[in-house]
């Protein structure tokens, strides 16, 4: 079974800051996916960046870009100039690839993006 | 164009009421999904269907059924609402193999008093 693990239950960060999320996975697959989503005070549930457990290059999107470390089985999210619009509820997620399994959510960092 | 909806986004109801909770996908994706957001934000997986056909059904009464018409569609109707029910209910569908992530709709909100 998959396990993820996020450790900082709450952040803040003031604004056009850079502020670092940390997730951490436990798995025996070798070929799997992480995610970043994003869950705003209206509860949609927003993909934020995606990452190939294959590929070693760090993904970026704009001003969010991921540090993925497989051996230690870290997926940080960093987001660079911080804005108001940022915060939320960030949910790092796991699903093996290759089949059709659910997605593995830790428990969340609620980050406040201070003006 | 909504990718995934469900209706309704609030529902509010008694105890020991039955309800059904809809949602439809127009992504064209083969897997549709319940996820269960408590009170605490956790989100843990309750149904998964593959074309029509259930995958994974974890440790979830059986007060709660899925019901999937088609491939487009995944219901989810509970009979004898309890307190502990009250929750966010989401649906969301990926085309799996791709990997690219499941899309979720709005969230349901179910508060039974």
């Known amino acids: 079974a998959q396990t993820v693990t996020q450790s900082q239950p709450e952040m803040s960060v003031q604004e056009a800051e850079t502020v670092t999320l940390s997730c951490t996975y436990d798995t025996s697959e070798n070929n799997y996916y992480l995610f970043w989503y994003k869950q705003p005070p209206s509860r949609q549930m927003i993909l934020v960046i995606r990452?190939?457990?294959?590929?070693?290059q760090n993904a970026t999107e704009n001003r969010f870009s991921v540090n993925f470390q497989k051996a230690a089985k870290s997926f940080s999210l960093k987001i660079s100039d911080s804005q108001l619009g940022d915060t939320a509820m960030y949910f790092c997620?796991?699903?093996?690839?290759?089949?059709?399994?659910?997605?593995?959510f830790g428990s969340g960092t609620q980050l406040t993006v201070l003006p | 164009d909504t990718a995934v909806s469900q209706t309704p986004k609030y529902l509010v109801t008694q105890m020991g009421n039955d309800k059904s909770i809809k949602c439809e996908q127009n992504?064209?994706?083969?897997?549709m999904y319940w996820y269960k957001q408590d009170s605490k934000k956790f989100l843990k997986i309750m149904f998964s269907y593959n074309n029509k056909e259930l995958i994974i059904n974890e440790t979830v009464p059986n007060r709660f059924s899925p019901k999937s018409p088609d491939k487009a569609h995944l219901n989810l109707h509970i009979n004898s609402l309890e307190l502990g029910d009250s929750a966010v209910y989401f649906c969301?569908?990926?085309?799996?193999?791709?990997?690219?992530?499941?899309?979720f709709g709005q969230g349901t909100r179910l508060t039974v008093v």
């Open positions: 990452q190939e457990a294959y590929k070693q």
């Open positions: 992504l064209g994706h083969d897997t």
């Open positions: 997620a796991f699903v093996p690839s290759g089949s059709a399994r659910q997605l593995t």
């Open positions: 969301a569908s990926s085309q799996d193999l791709t990997g690219r992530g499941a899309f």
